[in-house]
């Protein structure tokens, strides 16, 4: 089902980019959608989440990226995460995306929940036999908002990135690689230094090789200490209870330390009581929709 | 004798002609019911008014009117109604002749009675005055004719006696003895002298006739009595500036007036004024002063009048620059009085200052405010000028000197007398400092009001609902306090550490800068990267929120979410020696109210 007013495909277009939707749900006065598509990056079917808030009927809105953590599909955050209302009241189009390619037969591909399926850590593969299928990076960047931004009605410079646990270390990456492209940026309990962790280290090591200068550029805090562009204006709540924050997965304090050096204003927000689920998302979803309305209304 | 001629023909003349007062009003009510068109139809009313009455009027009025063969049954009625109305008109005009008429009748009545009595007395005096003159003669003459006789009879006496001493002169002639003759007569001669004068003089003594009492009320029969005491009107509005009065007062109808005098306290002087209202000069601003009113004529002055309490406008109010404040929506406008004595009310005045200064003509006055403050609405980002007058019953004063509040942003000063005596406050009342020495405890002036513990100070912050925004510039190494509290916050505690307060806290730690955002001595757990120095305050009263922000990066820090049951104010504190300035009347940013 696709806008009349709105043409999917344009001739420009190859058949690849169209999308097939798999569910319609009416939300919050707009529509939760799931489509399906043949992703030219990922070179398999992807699926992802848009709502479409009821301003996106008339006008042009701003579109947040959610990244998901770890073992999760699309369907976590629009299922769990409660963003549709405040999305809706700010006129944001959410687009959650999988977090890995799916179907690939890729050896070893489902054997653990931290690497593989479910696992793409939004880095582009460079060792075999990943580095054909597991491009998460290039996808979250480009192809989707290139897709989003012809389907739907979204106005391509207003867009931001948000995401949770490994979402988190990617919506990070993804702001301090593109300076500017992204017009704001929050997370929930990032896995902040990927190389100091034992998630990222294998991760990492998996997809990126040995080598660890090439872990640098997917790195935030690494990138944090490097960043060099417009202001951003950083959101982070960690919950205080988080098993992987005492695990020392996530390693705020490294990021903390590199943006207080390199004075990227960051706001840390250590929730007491909470741990590492959607519980914990949900319960300050508002504060981060509303961060973003703030800079993708401006 | 002619006097008492005239007094009678007079007298005669006034008893044919001028009968006592209410007989004579009968007279002429009388002979005004003569009158064929007076009083006849007035009196009879206009329901019963008939058709002769109406003819009557037509031949009077418009001859032709009546006479003209009317054809047309509606011109008749038209006619006929304009006719009728006339005749209204007419008995209306006629009854109000009729009441002239009588009032003339009246007063000619009463004065001629009046005079009648004048000169009743002035005969009197005369005929008394006559009397006693006639009777003094009459005892004069009766002196002065015996007094003659007495001499008369002297001088026959003497004549005897010379006869008979010229005949004994000359028995003694005829006798021998020429030498004892001699004798005889020298002892005769020198025995007597008569006195051949008159004793009485023949002029009668006129005493001069002072008639200068008959002239006084031959003068005074022209004029009417002493007038009675004027009627002094009640103060009317607006009738008094700052320092004089305009009295106003009445005289009865009939009394006839020379002048008057106005007598006031507590400054004794009296005017002799023509009119009867009078502007006194030269008092003192909203002071009570007592008046009355004497009339005087040639005849005399009347007695003095009723006493009326007037009052002079008050002095102009001074706006208390320093407490006043203001938001987008309205202004908190605070002044003195002006005057040691109350005033009945004051009138707040507001006029739109153009982009260019010009001040437009469109002025808004709030009217009868009973205190010596005002909060007034307002339109978001005008520039307004605004004076407050004080009002009495005489009038409102002059204007204040204006104030100029401008509604881009919330605009307050700082409660001075809420600071800790280690804080010192700028000449413009905006920078806090807090000084190096410590102040030894005894050198504390401590009031209920001051912070006693914290080194803090509240700001005065409009009372309205609404959403305000300020910044605050710091110091990078200042430790401070900076958020809102109720009027009544603990001044013994610190900020945050209470359940009435709400701050932001910036604490040095050897290795990093640490904020807290305080309520009830709880602080979420955050970490701030960039370290603020200019820190935006957002108050929604609406939504209950108090946020706070970095203003350099226009990044949100935090938000309290609290349902604000009274009013907030600002409030600062330093932990440490340091200052802050606090920048007020700032359009509040977009990114302030998400």
Same mark, same amino acid.
């Given at each position: 089902?696709?806008?009349?007013?709105?043409?999917?495909?344009?001739?420009?277009?190859?058949?690849?980019?169209?999308?097939?939707?798999?569910?319609?749900?009416?939300?919050?006065?707009?529509?939760?959608?799931?489509?399906?598509?043949?992703?030219?990056?990922?070179?398999?079917?992807?699926?992802?989440?848009?709502?479409?808030?009821?301003? #996106?009927?008339?006008?042009?809105?701003?579109?947040?990226?959610?990244?998901?953590?770890?073992?999760?599909?699309?369907?976590?955050?629009?299922?769990?995460?409660?963003?549709?209302? $405040? $999305? #809706?009241?700010?006129?944001?189009?959410?687009?959650?995306?999988?977090?890995?390619?799916?179907?690939?037969?890729?050896?070893?591909?489902?054997?653990?929940?931290?690497?593989?399926?479910? $696992?793409?850590?939004?880095?582009?593969?460079?060792?075999?036999?990943?580095?054909?299928?597991?491009?998460?990076?290039?996808?979250?960047?480009?192809?989707?908002?290139?897709?989003?931004?012809?389907?739907?009605?979204?106005?391509?410079?207003?867009?931001?990135?948000?995401?949770?646990?490994?979402?988190?270390?990617?919506?990070?990456?993804?702001?301090?690689?593109?300076?500017?492209?992204?017009?704001?940026?929050?997370?929930?309990?990032?896995?902040?230094?990927?190389?100091?962790?034992?998630?990222?280290?294998?991760?990492?090591?998996?997809?990126?090789?040995?080598?660890?200068?090439?872990?640098?550029?997917?790195? #935030?805090?690494?990138?944090?200490? +490097?960043?060099?562009?417009?202001?951003?204006?950083?959101?982070?709540?960690?919950?205080?209870?988080?098993?992987?924050?005492?695990?020392?997965?996530?390693?705020?304090?490294?990021?903390?330390?590199?943006?207080?050096?390199?004075?990227?204003?960051?706001?840390?927000?250590?929730?007491?009581?909470?741990?590492? +689920?959607?519980?914990?998302?949900?319960?300050?979803?508002?504060?981060?929709?509303?961060?973003?309305?703030?800079?993708?209304?401006? | 004798? =002619?006097?008492?001629?005239?007094?009678?023909?007079?007298?005669?003349?006034?008893?044919?002609?001028?009968?006592?007062?209410?007989?004579?009003?009968?007279?002429?009510?009388?002979?005004?019911?003569?009158?064929?068109?007076?009083?006849?139809?007035?009196?009879?009313?206009?329901?019963?008014?008939?058709?002769?009455?109406?003819?009557? @009027?037509?031949?009077?009025?418009?001859?032709?009117?009546? @006479?003209?063969?009317?054809?047309?049954?509606?011109?008749?009625?038209?006619?006929?109604? !304009?006719?009728?109305?006339?005749?209204?008109?007419?008995?209306?005009?006629?009854?109000?002749?009729?009441?002239?008429?009588?009032?003339?009748?009246?007063?000619?009545?009463?004065?001629?009675?009046?005079?009648?009595?004048?000169?009743?007395?002035?005969?009197?005096?005369?005929?008394?005055?006559?009397?006693?003159?006639?009777?003094?003669?009459?005892?004069?003459?009766?002196? !002065?004719?015996?007094?003659?006789?007495?001499?008369?009879?002297?001088?026959?006496?003497?004549?005897?006696?010379?006869?008979?001493?010229?005949?004994?002169?000359?028995?003694?002639?005829?006798?021998?003895?020429?030498?004892?003759?001699?004798?005889?007569?020298?002892?005769?001669?020198? !025995?007597?002298?008569?006195?051949?004068?008159?004793?009485?003089?023949?002029?009668?003594?006129?005493?001069?006739?002072?008639?200068?009492?008959?002239?006084?009320?031959?003068?005074?029969?022209?004029?009417?009595?002493?007038?009675?005491?004027?009627?002094?009107?009640?103060?009317?509005?607006?009738?008094?500036?700052?320092?004089?009065?305009?009295?106003?007062?009445?005289?009865?109808?009939?009394?006839?007036?020379?002048?008057?005098?106005?007598?006031?306290?507590? *400054?004794?002087?009296?005017?002799? *004024?023509?009119?009867?209202?009078?502007?006194?000069?030269?008092?003192?601003?909203?002071?009570?002063?007592?008046?009355?009113?004497?009339?005087?004529?040639?005849?005399?002055?009347?007695?003095?009048?009723?006493?009326?309490?007037?009052?002079?406008?008050?002095?102009?109010?001074?706006?208390?620059?320093?407490?006043?404040?203001?938001?987008?929506?309205?202004?908190?406008?605070?002044?003195?009085?002006?005057?040691?004595?109350?005033?009945?009310?004051?009138?707040?005045?507001?006029?739109?200052?153009?982009?260019?200064?010009?001040?437009?003509?469109?002025?808004?006055?709030?009217?009868?405010?009973?205190?010596?403050?005002?909060?007034?609405?307002?339109?978001?980002?005008?520039?307004? /000028?605004?004076?407050?007058?004080?009002?009495?019953?005489?009038?409102?004063?002059?204007?204040?000197?204006? /104030?100029?509040?401008?509604?881009?942003?919330?605009?307050?000063?700082?409660?001075?007398?809420?600071?800790?005596?280690?804080?010192?406050?700028?000449?413009?009342?905006?920078?806090?400092?807090?000084?190096?020495?410590?102040?030894? /405890?005894?050198?504390?002036?401590? =009031?209920?009001?001051?912070?006693?513990?914290?080194?803090?100070?509240?700001?005065?912050?409009?009372?309205?609902?609404?959403?305000?925004?300020?910044?605050?510039?710091?110091? =990078?190494?200042?430790?401070?306090?900076?958020?809102?509290?109720?009027?009544?916050?603990?001044?013994?505690?610190?900020?945050?550490?209470?359940?009435?307060?709400?701050?932001?806290?910036?604490?040095?730690?050897?290795?990093?800068?640490?904020?807290?955002?305080?309520?009830?001595?709880?602080?979420?757990?955050?970490?701030?990267?960039?370290?603020?120095?200019?820190?935006?305050?957002?108050?929604?009263?609406?939504?209950?929120? /108090?946020?706070?922000?970095? *203003? =350099?990066?226009?990044?949100?820090?935090?938000?309290?979410?609290?349902?604000?049951?009274?009013?907030?104010?600002?409030?600062?504190?330093?932990?440490?020696?340091?200052?802050?300035? *606090?920048?007020?009347?700032?359009?509040?940013?977009?990114?302030?109210?998400?």
């Amino acid at each position: 089902m696709r806008r009349s007013d709105n043409p999917p495909c344009r001739s420009t277009h190859t058949s690849d980019m169209a999308l097939t939707q798999v569910s319609s749900n009416k939300c919050a006065g707009g529509f939760q959608k799931v489509f399906e598509h043949d992703s030219t990056e990922l070179k398999c079917k992807m699926k992802f989440a848009v709502y479409l808030p009821p301003k #996106a009927e008339s006008d042009k809105c701003p579109v947040m990226y959610w990244l998901s953590g770890l073992t999760c599909t699309e369907q976590n955050f629009i299922t769990k995460a409660g963003s549709q209302q $405040a $999305a #809706a009241e700010h006129g944001i189009i959410i687009v959650a995306p999988d977090t890995s390619p799916r179907g690939c037969s890729i050896e070893g591909e489902d054997d653990s929940w931290d690497f593989g399926t479910g $696992a793409g850590f939004y880095v582009d593969a460079t060792q075999e036999p990943w580095k054909t299928n597991y491009r998460m990076y290039s996808y979250v960047t480009e192809e989707l908002p290139k897709l989003i931004n012809s389907n739907f009605p979204t106005d391509p410079d207003r867009m931001s990135v948000c995401g949770h646990s490994m979402g988190g270390h990617g919506a990070l990456i993804c702001a301090l690689k593109n300076p500017g492209k992204y017009k704001a940026v929050s997370a929930f309990s990032p896995i902040c230094n990927p190389m100091q962790c034992p998630w990222g280290q294998k991760a990492f090591s998996g997809y990126l090789g040995s080598d660890k200068s090439t872990w640098e550029a997917y790195d #935030a805090t690494v990138l944090a200490a +490097s960043y060099s562009g417009p202001q951003l204006d950083v959101l982070i709540d960690q919950g205080r209870d988080d098993q992987f924050l005492s695990a020392s997965q996530l390693l705020p304090d490294n990021l903390i330390a590199a943006c207080s050096e390199k004075k990227i204003p960051v706001v840390f927000r250590l929730q007491p009581g909470y741990d590492h +689920s959607y519980f914990f998302i949900y319960s300050f979803m508002n504060d981060h929709i509303k961060h973003h309305a703030k800079y993708l209304s401006a | 004798m =002619d006097l008492y001629e005239i007094r009678g023909g007079r007298l005669d003349v006034i008893a044919e002609e001028a009968p006592s007062g209410e007989e004579y009003q009968e007279l002429g009510r009388e002979s005004a019911t003569m009158e064929p068109f007076l009083v006849a139809a007035g009196r009879g009313g206009r329901a019963t008014r008939d058709v002769s009455t109406f003819q009557r @009027f037509s031949i009077n009025t418009n001859e032709s009117l009546h @006479f003209e063969p009317c054809e047309d049954g509606t011109e008749i009625a038209k006619t006929r109604s !304009k006719l009728q109305e006339k005749v209204a008109e007419m008995e209306n005009f006629a009854g109000h002749l009729e009441e002239i008429f009588l009032t003339v009748e009246e007063n000619f009545g009463r004065q001629e009675q009046h005079l009648e009595q004048h000169y009743n007395d002035v005969l009197q005096t005369l005929s008394q005055r006559y009397d006693d003159r006639a009777a003094g003669l009459e005892e004069e003459k009766k002196s !002065k004719l015996e007094a003659l006789y007495n001499q008369l009879v002297a001088c026959g006496r003497t004549l005897d006696a010379s006869k008979e001493l010229i005949e004994a002169a000359q028995e003694l002639y005829r006798s021998e003895d020429k030498r004892l003759v001699l004798k005889v007569v020298l002892v005769f001669f020198a !025995k007597e002298e008569v006195d051949l004068t008159l004793s009485t003089p023949l002029e009668f003594k006129t005493p001069l006739a002072d008639l200068s009492d008959v002239k006084t009320m031959m003068d005074s029969i022209n004029i009417v009595p002493a007038p009675s005491a004027p009627v002094i009107n009640p103060q009317m509005p607006n009738s008094a500036t700052q320092t004089s009065l305009r009295v106003c007062w009445s005289l009865f109808s009939d009394d006839t007036v020379e002048y008057y005098e106005l007598y006031y306290r507590p *400054v004794l002087e009296d005017t002799p *004024v023509k009119e009867t209202h009078c502007t006194v000069k030269d008092l003192l601003p909203n002071a009570q002063y007592e008046l009355w009113v004497t009339a005087t004529n040639t005849t005399g002055i009347s007695p003095a009048g009723e006493k009326a309490l007037y009052m002079t406008v008050p002095s102009p109010p001074v706006i208390k620059q320093r407490e006043c404040t203001s938001c987008p929506e309205a202004a908190l406008i605070r002044w003195d009085s002006g005057n040691t004595n109350p005033v009945d009310s004051y009138t707040v005045e507001l006029s739109e200052m153009g982009t260019d200064g010009s001040q437009s003509n469109i002025t808004e006055s709030v009217v009868a405010v009973p205190t010596c403050q005002c909060l007034i609405q307002l339109q978001r980002g005008r520039r307004y /000028l605004i004076s407050v007058r004080a009002v009495n019953i005489g009038g409102p004063s002059e204007r204040s000197e204006a /104030l100029t509040v401008s509604t881009t942003g919330t605009f307050f000063h700082l409660l001075e007398d809420t600071a800790h005596p280690c804080l010192s406050i700028s000449e413009d009342g905006f920078t806090m400092f807090y000084g190096d020495e410590e102040l030894p /405890l005894s050198a504390m002036a401590f =009031d209920d009001n001051t912070f006693a513990r914290c080194v803090a100070v509240l700001g005065d912050l409009i009372p309205v609902r609404g959403r305000h925004y300020w910044e605050v510039e710091v110091d =990078d190494l200042t430790e401070f306090r900076i958020g809102v509290a109720y009027e009544d916050t603990q001044r013994n505690s610190y900020l945050g550490a209470n359940s009435s307060s709400w701050c932001m806290r910036h604490i040095l730690t050897p290795c990093r800068h640490k904020y807290e955002f305080l309520h009830d001595g709880w602080s979420p757990d955050l970490r701030i990267t960039v370290n603020p120095v200019r820190l935006g305050v957002a108050l929604d009263y609406e939504k209950g929120t /108090l946020s706070f922000f970095n *203003v =350099d990066l226009e990044q949100h820090l935090h938000t309290f979410h609290c349902h604000f049951q009274n009013y907030v104010h600002p409030c600062f504190a330093l932990d440490n020696p340091g200052a802050l300035t *606090v920048h007020n009347g700032i359009e509040a940013p977009e990114y302030a109210f998400i």
